[in-house]
C-alpha cells in the first residue's frame, strides 16, 4: 500500500519524523490487513488513495493486529486524539483488539467503517463534510515482519465470563490471567496460525480471532445466541469429548510439559 509522510521508514514502528505530541496524529486510522483477504487488501489500497486525493489526514497501518500486538507508539498516539476513527474490519474486532492492546478508551470512543461490509466511496462520504479529522500530517508505520501472521485471539469483555477454559484448551501458552482474574491474552506469538479452537469451545463465544471467516468467532455480530450456543455444543463436543474436564486438565499438562522443554539449540 502506498503512503505518505515526510520520510522513509527506518524499521518497525512510527516513521522517525511522525513521532511527537499527540495532537500530531490523525484521527482517521487505515488497516490494510496486509496478511488478510485479498478483497481487504485492495479495498484498503483504493480508500487509502481517496482519502490521499480528499486531503484527509490518514495514519496507515499495515496491520491494526500486528501493531496492537506490538504495542507501536504510532497507535497509541492515534487513540489519544478526539474524535477518532478507524477504517478496518468488524467493529466488533476492532474494539477487542484496541482493548488488547490496553486503548479501552479508544475502543469506546472510536467511529469504525468496516471495509468488508461497504466500499471505499462509502468510507469517503462517512468522512466528507468533516474538517475535524483532517488537521493533520499523513502518517505511516512500518510493515510487520514477513515472518509473523498476526494471527491471535482477541476477547470480547462484554461476553467473557472468565471462565478460563480457553487458557485450559490452548497447548501455546497464548493465555494467562491478570492479578484481578481476567483472562488474557499475552503471548500473541505464541497463537498457532490458523488454529481458531479456543474460540469454537468458548461457552460464551467471547473469543474472537479478526482474521477468521467464520461467524461470530470472527467478530461479527451475534445475531442468533441460540444457534451460536448449538454450535459450540457441537465443536466442544468434537474437540473435548465425553469428558471435557479430563480432556482439559489432559491439555494443561500437556501445556505444561512444552512450556518446561528446552529452547532448542541455536547454531551459528
Aim: with cysteine; hydrophobic share 40%.
Amino acid at each position: 500500500m502506498a503512503t505518505t509522510s515526510c520520510c522513509t521508514p527506518t524499521g518497525v514502528g512510527v516513521r522517525p519524523c511522525c513521532q511527537g505530541a499527540d495532537a500530531a496524529s490523525p484521527a482517521v486510522l487505515l488497516c490494510a490487513c496486509q496478511a488478510g483477504p485479498a478483497i481487504q487488501r485492495d479495498r484498503a489500497a483504493e480508500t487509502a488513495d481517496l482519502l490521499r486525493d480528499r486531503g484527509v489526514a490518514v495514519l496507515e497501518i499495515p496491520d491494526l493486529c500486528g501493531a496492537a500486538a506490538r504495542r507501536d507508539p504510532a497507535l497509541a498516539a492515534w487513540a489519544a486524539r478526539r474524535p477518532l476513527v478507524a477504517i478496518a474490519c468488524r467493529p466488533r474486532s476492532v474494539r477487542a483488539v484496541l482493548r488488547f492492546a490496553g486503548l479501552d478508551d479508544a475502543a469506546e470512543a472510536v467511529e469504525i467503517l468496516d471495509l468488508r461490509a461497504s466500499e471505499p466511496r462509502a468510507a469517503l462520504a462517512a468522512l466528507d463534510g468533516r474538517p475535524e479529522l483532517w488537521h493533520a500530517p499523513a502518517t505511516a508505520v512500518a510493515p510487520d515482519e514477513p515472518s509473523w501472521v498476526p494471527w491471535f485471539p482477541a476477547i470480547d469483555r462484554a461476553r467473557c465470563t472468565r471462565c478460563g477454559q480457553c487458557a485450559s484448551f490452548c497447548l501455546f501458552g497464548v493465555y494467562s490471567r491478570d492479578a484481578g482474574g481476567d483472562v488474557t491474552v499475552t503471548n500473541p506469538r505464541g497463537c498457532k496460525t490458523g488454529c481458531p479452537a479456543c474460540a469454537r469451545i468458548c461457552p460464551a463465544a467471547a473469543i474472537i480471532f479478526p482474521r477468521h471467516d467464520e461467524p461470530p468467532f470472527d467478530g461479527s455480530e451475534v445475531a442468533d445466541e441460540e444457534a451460536v450456543q448449538a454450535r459450540i455444543r457441537q465443536y466442544s463436543q468434537e474437540l473435548l469429548g465425553q469428558d471435557p474436564y479430563a480432556t482439559l486438565q489432559a491439555r494443561r499438562q500437556q501445556a505444561e510439559l512444552l512450556r518446561q522443554r528446552p529452547a532448542p539449540e541455536v547454531r551459528p
